[in-house]
């Protein structure tokens, strides 16, 4: 392998790489290119090393944890990079963004991809953790994001403007590219169950992923008396401040109006046993991919008003738009549709066209590879 261009992605967790990763780099595989993954190993190591990549086992607690064990990740991380000397880094999120780039700066990696998946709770938050955070997290990048053998992979022109207009990532750095994709083969359409119309909320259960709005609005809808099951899918995430604890969880469904079902493997069956998706988020997302899953299975769409939402439904034609937090909107939005199939049914085929032309995970997947090729030059197998 010693005469292939090695790419090393930085991710926290393994999951995340074979939800969001795994197809952009078993295309950077076919193209010629050694690949490692250095990530927190969980549950994923077969299918990561089925790949054909090498897994390096890394500890990275997602969370902001004490100075101390930063300062050993940030070690491991240097060491990692001066083990493998990668020619280019693929850093994936907020804190492999930072420490990855500190690391590849202080063992000279050549080339550097800073992957953001939306600005998150350090960006949206409102808290005074968040407010400090933000500042910091704006200092770091721009000591390290304007280099001129860096670039910046951001999901929608909200972030990119933000990051612009704050003077913290120049222009000529950034480059958009719309999510990770979706694989439009394994989430098809399929015709709407009978009865009584169900709503699935497919995300980590998050109050900032709008979960309190969306049971707020089960709680006006059920004194409306409106006729809908309002379905809970996805587990707690201890590493996120703004988690929603699990007794909440189970307090909601004991109440009875939403039914939390924990983690769910099959997503496409639970899309195509539904009516409604909705993700009414105020998290600073990138572009969610449960909500590309949502379109490419001809789902109509109920999200909040923000970055990220607002790139894949389209107010009127494959969804509806309400304000985010504002829980008697997003009521009235899923009243709307749950009762009236022949809207759910046009938003829902005008989410699939949307889903192909634009989200697929082939496109993605070359746009991807084509900044690969750029950067690399004549290291691109090849040759540029």
């Not at 990692?80 to 994936?92: G, N, S």
């Not at 109440?255 to 079902?261: L, T, Y």
Request: with cysteine; proline share 6%.
């Amino acid at each position: 392998m010693a005469d292939k261009p090695k790419i090393l992605y930085l991710v926290t967790e393994d999951w995340y790489f074979c939800s969001h990763r795994l197809p952009i780099a078993r295309a950077a595989r076919d193209a010629g290119l050694e690949v490692v993954v250095a990530t927190r190993v969980q549950d994923h190591r077969d299918e990561i090393e089925r790949g054909g990549f090498t897994l390096i086992p890394l500890d990275f607690p997602r969370r902001l944890s004490n100075p101390w064990r930063e300062l050993s990740t940030l070690i491991a991380i240097i060491r990692l990079y001066r083990a493998e000397r990668p020619d280019i880094v693929h850093h994936v999120a907020m804190k492999p963004v930072v420490l990855g780039s500190v690391a590849a700066l202080m063992t000279g990696v050549p080339r550097v991809i800073n992957a953001l998946a939306g600005l998150g709770y350090v960006f949206a938050g409102v808290s005074a953790k968040a407010r400090i955070l933000r500042f910091l997290n704006g200092l770091a990048f721009r000591l390290l994001l304007n280099r001129p053998t860096s670039r910046v992979i951001v999901q929608n022109p909200d972030d990119r403007d933000t990051l612009i207009g704050a003077g913290i990532v120049e222009a000529e750095q950034m480059v958009l590219i719309r999510g990770s994709g979706v694989d439009v083969a394994r989430f098809t359409p399929a015709p709407e169950p009978e009865g009584r119309p169900r709503l699935a909320f497919v995300s980590r259960m998050l109050w900032s992923k709008g979960a309190g709005v969306l049971v707020e609005a089960a709680r006006v809808l059920k004194a409306r008396g409106v006729a809908i099951d309002i379905v809970l899918a996805g587990l707690p995430d201890a590493a996120n401040p703004a988690s929603v604890s699990e007794a909440e969880l189970k307090a909601w469904h004991q109440e009875g109006a939403v039914e939390w079902i924990g983690f769910v493997n099959d997503v496409p069956a639970l899309l195509a046993g539904c009516h409604i998706v909705a993700l009414p988020s105020f998290y600073g997302e990138g572009v969610p991919k449960c909500l590309l899953e949502a379109a490419a299975s001809a789902r109509p769409i109920v999200a909040a008003d923000g970055p990220g939402l607002r790139e894949i439904v389209s107010d009127g034609v494959n969804g509806i738009l309400v304000p985010p937090r504002d829980a008697e909107a997003l009521a009235d939005a899923i009243e709307r549709l749950a009762g009236d199939r022949t809207l759910r049914r046009r938003m829902g085929q005008a989410g699939r066209r949307i889903a192909e032309d634009s989200f697929a995970e082939e496109i993605v997947v070359g746009e991807t590879l084509a900044l690969y090729r750029q950067v690399l030059g004549a290291r691109w197998p090849g040759g540029g």
